[in-house]
T-cell receptor, first 114, second 114 residues
Framework: AQSVAQPEDQVNVAEGNPLTVKCTYS??????LFWYVQYPNRGLQFLLK??????LVKGSYGFEAEFNKSQTSFHLKKPSALVSDSALYFC????????????FGRGTSLIVHP | NAGVTQTPKFRILKIGQSMTLQCTQD?????MYWYRQDPGMGLKLIYY???????DKGEVPNGYNVSRSTTEDFPLRLELAAPSQTSVYFC?????????????FGPGTRLTVL
């Protein structure tokens, strides 16, 4: 079975400060990892993914994520937060083989204060 | 491309009524999914389809039915609406097989059962 944990329901950060949204996972075999963002009253939008290769993945809107196999983590980061980054962020995982169906975390609400 | 479209955007049902949530994608994706999103609970997979004529249950299929007669369309049917089905429903699609890809989400349908 595969699972994702997002340990923080909410993350608060001041505009201009770096932000981190945490994600840990459990999966059999090699993971495919994803981050999605949901703005109010909208569907989820893809931000970035890790499949293989470089552990640091760069995505949309200046976000990046670091894959750490030993810690089974895939934390989302941004060097300088914007108020417009305030949204709900979801981490997802699936195994590299077998079912293509991902499992989503419960989501983390990011609030960036002016 | 319109991507993934869903109708209706909002709907209020009485207990015991039935309805169909429509979902269409124009990206020729083979996989399609239905999720429900409840506050603080993340996304729960209801049903998915790996191609026309092939569907399978997800995590929370009870009270729902699906069909997939074409690549483009994946309607979700609620037969006897119950208050527990009050939620926001998202349809998604992806191309899988031979390479991994991301999910594209529709804008959602907000359903209230009274």
């Amino acid at each position: 079975a595969q699972s994702v944990a997002q340990p923080e329901d909410q993350v608060n950060v001041a505009e201009g400060n770096p932000l981190t949204v945490k994600c840990t996972y459990s999966v059999s075999g090699n993971p495919y990892l994803f981050w999605y963002v949901q703005y109010p009253n909208r569907g989820l939008q893809f931000l970035l993914k890790y499949i293989t290769g470089d552990n640091l993945v760069k995505g949309s809107y200046g976000f990046e994520a670091e894959f750490n196999k030993s810690q089974t983590s895939f934390h989302l980061k941004k060097p300088s937060a914007l108020v417009s980054d305030s949204a709900l962020y979801f981490c997802a995982v699936r195994a590299s083989g077998g079912s293509y169906i991902p499992t989503f975390g419960r989501g983390t609400s990011l609030i960036v204060h002016p | 491309n319109a991507g993934v479209t869903q109708t209706p955007k909002f709907r209020i049902l009485k207990i015991g009524q039935s309805m169909t949530l429509q979902c269409t994608q124009d990206m020729n994706h083979n996989y399609m999914y239905w999720y429900r999103q409840d506050p603080g609970m993340g996304l729960k997979l209801i049903y998915y389809s790996v191609g026309a004529g092939i569907t399978d249950k997800g995590e929370v299929p009870n009270g729902y039915n699906v069909s997939r007669s074409t690549t483009e369309d994946f309607p979700l049917r609620l037969e006897l609406a119950a208050p527990s089905q009050t939620s926001v429903y998202f349809c998604a699609s992806s191309y899988e097989g031979g390479r991994t890809d991301t999910q594209y989400f529709g804008p959602g349908t907000r359903l209230t059962v009274l």
